[in-house]
Protein backbone atom coordinates (compact mmCIF):
# COMPACT_ATOMS: atom_id res chain seq x y z
CA UNK A 1 0.00 0.00 0.00
CA UNK A 2 2.74 2.56 1.13
CA UNK A 3 5.00 1.97 -2.75
CA UNK A 4 1.45 2.18 -4.44
CA UNK A 5 0.62 6.22 -3.03
CA UNK A 6 4.62 6.44 -3.27
CA UNK A 7 3.84 5.56 -6.70
CA UNK A 8 0.67 7.77 -7.23
CA UNK A 9 2.20 11.06 -5.34
CA UNK A 10 5.10 10.60 -8.08
CA UNK A 11 2.71 10.20 -11.01
CA UNK A 12 0.82 13.40 -9.52
CA UNK A 13 3.35 15.54 -9.16
CA UNK A 14 5.02 14.22 -12.59
CA UNK A 15 1.45 15.39 -13.89
CA UNK A 16 1.92 18.70 -12.30
CA UNK A 17 5.76 19.70 -12.75
CA UNK A 18 7.26 17.38 -15.51
CA UNK A 19 5.34 18.60 -18.81
CA UNK A 20 6.35 21.65 -18.28
CA UNK A 21 5.64 24.45 -20.51
CA UNK A 22 4.24 24.13 -23.53
CA UNK A 23 5.08 28.22 -24.64
CA UNK A 24 5.56 31.48 -22.96
CA UNK A 25 5.27 34.51 -25.15
CA UNK A 26 4.22 37.86 -25.33
CA UNK A 27 1.57 39.44 -26.92
CA UNK A 28 -1.16 42.66 -27.57
CA UNK A 29 -4.14 42.00 -26.51
CA UNK A 30 -7.29 43.64 -24.80
CA UNK A 31 -8.45 41.72 -21.71
CA UNK A 32 -12.87 41.86 -21.63
CA UNK A 33 -13.36 39.78 -18.76
CA UNK A 34 -12.18 39.38 -14.91
CA UNK A 35 -13.71 37.61 -11.83
CA UNK A 36 -11.64 35.97 -8.88
CA UNK A 37 -12.81 32.15 -9.10
CA UNK A 38 -11.35 28.75 -8.36
CA UNK A 39 -12.98 26.18 -6.39
CA UNK A 40 -10.12 24.77 -4.26
CA UNK A 41 -8.14 27.70 -4.80
CA UNK A 42 -8.51 30.65 -5.78
CA UNK A 43 -7.28 32.61 -8.78
CA UNK A 44 -8.57 35.28 -10.51
CA UNK A 45 -9.82 34.11 -14.38
CA UNK A 46 -11.03 36.15 -17.28
CA UNK A 47 -11.41 36.52 -21.06
CA UNK A 48 -8.78 38.44 -23.35
CA UNK A 49 -9.33 39.25 -27.06
CA UNK A 50 -5.69 38.84 -29.22
CA UNK A 51 -5.53 39.08 -33.09
CA UNK A 52 -5.73 35.55 -35.42
CA UNK A 53 -7.17 34.57 -38.68
CA UNK A 54 -8.85 31.59 -40.16
CA UNK A 55 -6.15 29.31 -41.27
CA UNK A 56 -8.47 28.01 -44.16
CA UNK A 57 -8.59 31.39 -45.84
CA UNK A 58 -7.69 30.60 -49.52
CA UNK A 59 -5.11 33.23 -50.36
CA UNK A 60 -3.04 32.61 -53.88
CA UNK A 61 -0.25 34.92 -52.75
CA UNK A 62 2.13 35.08 -49.43
CA UNK A 63 0.90 39.02 -49.81
CA UNK A 64 -2.78 38.07 -49.85
CA UNK A 65 -2.67 36.32 -46.31
CA UNK A 66 -4.71 36.81 -44.16
CA UNK A 67 -7.66 38.77 -43.22
CA UNK A 68 -7.65 40.40 -39.45
CA UNK A 69 -9.94 38.64 -37.07
CA UNK A 70 -10.04 38.26 -32.94
CA UNK A 71 -10.40 35.36 -30.87
CA UNK A 72 -11.31 35.03 -27.32
CA UNK A 73 -8.87 32.78 -24.92
CA UNK A 74 -9.77 32.29 -21.78
CA UNK A 75 -6.38 33.16 -18.66
CA UNK A 76 -5.78 32.53 -15.35
CA UNK A 77 -3.82 34.53 -12.70
CA UNK A 78 -2.55 33.07 -9.85
CA UNK A 79 -3.95 35.28 -6.60
CA UNK A 80 -0.56 36.17 -5.44
CA UNK A 81 0.10 38.25 -8.77
CA UNK A 82 -1.55 40.74 -7.08
CA UNK A 83 0.08 44.02 -8.94
CA UNK A 84 -0.80 42.23 -12.53
CA UNK A 85 -4.86 41.53 -10.85
CA UNK A 86 -4.86 45.35 -10.29
CA UNK A 87 -3.18 46.42 -13.76
CA UNK A 88 -6.49 44.36 -15.49
CA UNK A 89 -8.41 45.84 -13.10
CA UNK A 90 -7.82 49.27 -13.89
CA UNK A 91 -7.30 48.50 -17.89
CA UNK A 92 -10.72 46.03 -18.93
CA UNK A 93 -11.09 47.34 -22.28
CA UNK A 94 -8.37 48.18 -23.09
CA UNK A 95 -5.05 47.89 -25.40
CA UNK A 96 -2.62 46.51 -23.24
CA UNK A 97 0.85 44.32 -23.65
CA UNK A 98 1.14 41.03 -21.43
CA UNK A 99 3.86 38.49 -20.74
CA UNK A 100 1.93 34.76 -20.47
CA UNK A 101 3.05 31.34 -20.72
CA UNK A 102 0.90 28.22 -21.84
CA UNK A 103 0.82 25.27 -19.73
CA UNK A 104 1.32 21.92 -21.22
CA UNK A 105 -1.35 20.73 -18.34
CA UNK A 106 -3.55 22.87 -16.88
CA UNK A 107 -2.06 23.60 -12.99
CA UNK A 108 -3.96 22.53 -10.31
CA UNK A 109 -4.49 26.24 -8.94
CA UNK A 110 -5.84 27.83 -12.33
CA UNK A 111 -8.36 27.11 -14.01
CA UNK A 112 -7.15 27.28 -17.43
CA UNK A 113 -3.66 26.62 -18.73
CA UNK A 114 -3.49 29.81 -20.30
CA UNK A 115 -1.64 32.19 -17.00
CA UNK A 116 -1.02 35.78 -17.82
CA UNK A 117 2.57 36.39 -15.69
CA UNK A 118 2.61 40.16 -15.90
CA UNK A 119 0.68 43.42 -17.57
CA UNK A 120 1.64 46.50 -19.18
CA UNK A 121 0.45 49.94 -20.93
CA UNK A 122 1.96 50.67 -23.91
CA UNK A 123 5.10 54.16 -24.40
CA UNK A 124 4.67 56.19 -26.84
CA UNK A 125 7.68 57.48 -27.28
CA UNK A 126 11.28 55.34 -28.25
CA UNK A 127 13.90 55.57 -25.75
CA UNK A 128 17.26 57.77 -27.58
CA UNK A 129 19.49 54.34 -26.35
CA UNK A 130 16.36 52.01 -29.00
CA UNK A 131 18.14 51.06 -31.95
CA UNK A 132 15.84 52.28 -34.71
CA UNK A 133 17.66 49.58 -36.57
CA UNK A 134 18.46 46.11 -35.93
CA UNK A 135 19.43 43.67 -38.78
CA UNK A 136 20.60 39.79 -38.62
CA UNK A 137 21.64 37.23 -41.15
CA UNK A 138 19.07 36.09 -43.76
CA UNK A 139 18.25 32.92 -43.56
CA UNK A 140 16.60 32.43 -47.10
CA UNK A 141 17.41 33.09 -50.98
CA UNK A 142 13.43 35.53 -51.18
CA UNK A 143 13.25 38.81 -49.14
CA UNK A 144 10.64 41.13 -48.55
CA UNK A 145 9.97 44.40 -46.65
CA UNK A 146 6.66 45.40 -44.78
CA UNK A 147 5.53 48.08 -42.79
CA UNK A 148 3.15 46.95 -39.77
CA UNK A 149 4.03 45.37 -35.95
CA UNK A 150 4.85 42.39 -34.64
CA UNK A 151 1.57 41.37 -32.21
CA UNK A 152 2.48 38.22 -30.76
CA UNK A 153 5.74 36.40 -30.44
CA UNK A 154 6.22 32.87 -28.83
CA UNK A 155 9.01 30.96 -27.53
CA UNK A 156 7.43 27.25 -27.99
CA UNK A 157 8.18 24.23 -27.89
CA UNK A 158 8.73 20.77 -26.06
CA UNK A 159 11.97 18.78 -27.20
CA UNK A 160 12.78 21.52 -29.79
CA UNK A 161 12.27 25.06 -29.08
CA UNK A 162 11.23 27.84 -31.72
CA UNK A 163 10.39 31.31 -31.99
CA UNK A 164 6.47 31.76 -33.33
CA UNK A 165 4.06 34.52 -33.66
CA UNK A 166 2.19 36.72 -36.08
CA UNK A 167 2.34 40.43 -37.67
CA UNK A 168 0.91 42.92 -38.75
CA UNK A 169 0.98 44.30 -41.99
CA UNK A 170 -0.57 47.61 -41.82
CA UNK A 171 -0.15 48.28 -45.72
CA UNK A 172 -2.19 45.50 -46.71
CA UNK A 173 -3.80 45.38 -43.62
CA UNK A 174 -3.48 41.34 -42.92
CA UNK A 175 -2.13 39.03 -40.37
CA UNK A 176 0.73 36.78 -41.30
CA UNK A 177 2.62 34.07 -39.31
CA UNK A 178 6.36 34.45 -38.81
CA UNK A 179 8.82 32.37 -37.25
CA UNK A 180 11.97 33.23 -36.29
CA UNK A 181 15.27 31.45 -35.95
CA UNK A 182 17.54 34.43 -34.22
CA UNK A 183 17.38 34.60 -30.42
CA UNK A 184 18.87 38.29 -30.43
CA UNK A 185 15.95 39.63 -33.12
CA UNK A 186 13.48 37.52 -30.93
CA UNK A 187 14.82 39.65 -27.97
CA UNK A 188 14.54 43.18 -29.89
CA UNK A 189 11.13 42.34 -31.13
CA UNK A 190 10.25 41.62 -27.44
CA UNK A 191 11.47 45.12 -26.66
CA UNK A 192 9.86 46.75 -29.48
CA UNK A 193 6.41 45.30 -28.58
CA UNK A 194 6.32 47.55 -25.76
CA UNK A 195 5.97 50.67 -27.65
CA UNK A 196 2.82 52.09 -29.90
CA UNK A 197 5.53 53.05 -32.98
CA UNK A 198 5.25 50.73 -35.93
CA UNK A 199 8.72 49.72 -37.98
CA UNK A 200 9.34 48.04 -41.58
CA UNK A 201 9.61 44.54 -40.82
CA UNK A 202 12.11 42.44 -43.39
CA UNK A 203 11.28 38.81 -43.87
CA UNK A 204 13.55 36.52 -45.63
CA UNK A 205 11.83 32.99 -47.06
CA UNK A 206 13.65 29.99 -47.17
CA UNK A 207 12.61 26.53 -49.11
CA UNK A 208 13.42 24.55 -46.10
CA UNK A 209 10.96 25.05 -42.94
CA UNK A 210 12.87 22.64 -40.99
CA UNK A 211 11.62 22.68 -36.86
CA UNK A 212 10.01 25.90 -37.08
CA UNK A 213 6.19 26.61 -38.19
CA UNK A 214 6.60 28.72 -41.14
CA UNK A 215 9.20 29.50 -44.03
CA UNK A 216 9.18 32.55 -43.15
CA UNK A 217 11.97 34.84 -40.73
CA UNK A 218 12.54 38.31 -39.82
CA UNK A 219 15.90 39.40 -40.49
CA UNK A 220 15.84 43.36 -40.16
CA UNK A 221 13.37 45.94 -37.85
CA UNK A 222 14.11 49.16 -38.94
CA UNK A 223 12.04 52.25 -37.64
CA UNK A 224 13.40 54.64 -40.57
CA UNK A 225 13.29 52.67 -43.62
CA UNK A 226 12.30 49.76 -45.66
CA UNK A 227 14.18 47.05 -44.90
CA UNK A 228 17.00 45.64 -46.90
CA UNK A 229 17.14 48.45 -49.10
CA UNK A 230 14.00 46.92 -50.36
CA UNK A 231 11.25 49.61 -52.22
Known amino acids: MKHLCSIIIFFFSFSLYGFGTYAEGRAI ?3 IKLTSGGIFFESFE ?10 NEKCENFEDCYTPQVKQVDFSVRIENKETIKFLKDNLNKVILIDYKIHRIEPITLSTSFEILKAYPFKLNLPPDFPTKFIVKKTGSRNFSFFGKVLQLEYRGTVVR ?3 GIYYDRQKDKIR ?9 ANYI ?3 MEYTKEY ?3 ISKSIIKGFRETTFDIFE ?10 E
Open 29 to 31: VKV
Open 46 to 55: GTLEIASFDS
Open 162 to 164: TFE
Open 177 to 185: LISITNADM
Open 190 to 192: RKS
Open 200 to 202: HIG
Open 221 to 230: INYLEAAGGI
